[in-house]
């Protein structure tokens, strides 16, 4: 066995794109119809589909799951994310990441990899 992609449930898959390609980098790869678009970020497939998200808590660590992304430059990815408007919280005592949530409400975290 082995991971085929990644599925994130959203209200609407045209505006998570945005959100994703946007705010996050990720590449659009194929749309079906309006209820799924296909991203691509780094070896990873992501399908936006449409769907209802799970109720998001309001703090990163009361999820039940998260995205994690890499960026060698953790400070020009915030700067990315505060311009497309995402609000970004940093991660308790982990100087090198923060999190935030997509428009539907899951949660996501952004590390340095590094440690730089």
């Keep these: 066995m082995r991971i085929g992609h990644?599925?994130?449930f959203v209200r609407d898959p045209a505006a998570a794109r945005r959100f994703?390609?946007?705010g996050l980098g990720f590449?659009?790869?194929?749309?079906?119809?309006?209820?799924f678009v296909w991203l691509k970020s780094?070896?990873?497939e992501v399908l936006l589909r449409r769907g209802q998200p799970p109720t998001a808590p309001d703090n990163y660590h009361a999820s039940a799951a998260a995205l994690v992304l890499y960026s060698d430059d953790l400070a020009a990815a915030q700067e990315r994310l505060a311009a497309?408007?995402?609000?970004v919280e940093p991660m308790e005592n982990e100087p090198d990441c923060v999190v935030f949530?997509?428009?539907d409400g899951?949660?996501?975290q952004l590390?340095?990899?590094?440690g730089q």
């Design 42 to 44: 780094g070896g990873l």
């Design 84 to 87: 497309a408007g995402v609000p």
């Design 6 to 8: 990644l599925e994130i």
């Design 27 to 35: 590449e659009f790869t194929a749309e079906q119809g309006a209820d």
């Design 101 to 103: 949530q997509d428009p």
């Design 111 to 114: 590390v340095n990899p590094s």
């Design 20 to 22: 994703y390609e946007e």
């Design 106 to 108: 899951n949660w996501l």
